[in-house]
């Protein structure tokens, strides 16, 4: 139950894009097309942003967007706002039926 | 409206006992898989626990295995977690949270923290 890898942190300017990766292995992130993102504001539970790789929840903003490429999955938020500025956190079904997340991203709204 | 209350958090010794509840409503309880999760002060979130709809199927992280047991009862819309065996590294917020149809976690409570402590 090894944590999926994702940058410790990244930043962009207002109005930018950026993207934050995810990797796994072929028993989670490569495996299946159940990798999920989630916005954590401090003291906040988490949201979900995007499921099943790519889809975007009701109400979530299209500024959201995921893809996948082999064990790593990718999430890209464009045209950033101040409000972005949160942790993010992957997660993947498993081969072991368990939960795995990523150790979390914080971006920075500069 | 989906509403997931978590209670029953608090200060407990190294080697002592919690139970954790969450209240569903807003959504039939006895149809979703539940899960915990939780994440310690300033760290990231860890997937605890997940049950099946009928509890035939319960997972556990290798952290928590033998010392926690995730529990729920259909008919009062409820979802526990007994914690045992208590140890500092336990110390976080406990989240409840609903298991959708599309794998991911759509729907979790406020959280419910718990210190592990002499």
């Known amino acids: 139950q090894s944590a999926l890898t994702q940058p410790a942190s990244v930043s962009g300017s207002p109005g930018q894009s950026i993207t934050i990766s995810c990797t796994g292995a072929?028993?989670?992130?490569?495996?299946?097309?159940?990798v999920s993102w989630y916005q954590q504001h401090p003291g906040k539970a988490p949201k979900l942003m995007i499921y099943?790789?790519?889809n975007r929840p009701s109400g979530v903003s299209n500024r959201f967007s995921g893809s996948k490429s082999g064990n790593t999955a990718s999430l890209t938020i464009s045209g950033l706002q101040a409000e972005d500025e949160a942790d993010y956190y992957c997660s993947s079904y498993t081969s072991s039926s368990t939960g795995v997340f990523g150790g979390g991203t914080k971006l920075t709204v500069l | 409206e989906v509403q997931l209350v978590e209670s029953g958090g608090g200060l407990v010794k190294p080697g002592g006992s919690l139970r954790l509840s969450c209240a569903a409503s807003g959504f039939a309880f006895s149809s979703y898989s539940m899960n915990w999760v939780r994440q310690a002060p300033g760290k990231g979130l860890e997937w605890v626990s997940s049950?099946?709809?009928?509890?035939?199927?319960?997972y556990y992280a290798d952290s928590v295995k033998g010392r926690f047991t995730i529990s729920r009862d259909n008919a009062k819309n409820s979802l526990y977690l007994q914690m045992n065996s208590l140890r500092a590294e336990d110390t976080a917020v406990y989240y409840c949270a609903r298991f959708s149809v599309y794998s991911s976690w759509d729907y979790w409570g406020q959280g419910t923290l718990v210190t592990v402590s002499s």
């Open positions: 049950i099946s709809i009928g509890s035939s199927y319960i």
């Open positions: 099943d790789v790519s």
């Open positions: 072929s028993s989670d992130v490569g495996g299946y097309n159940y």
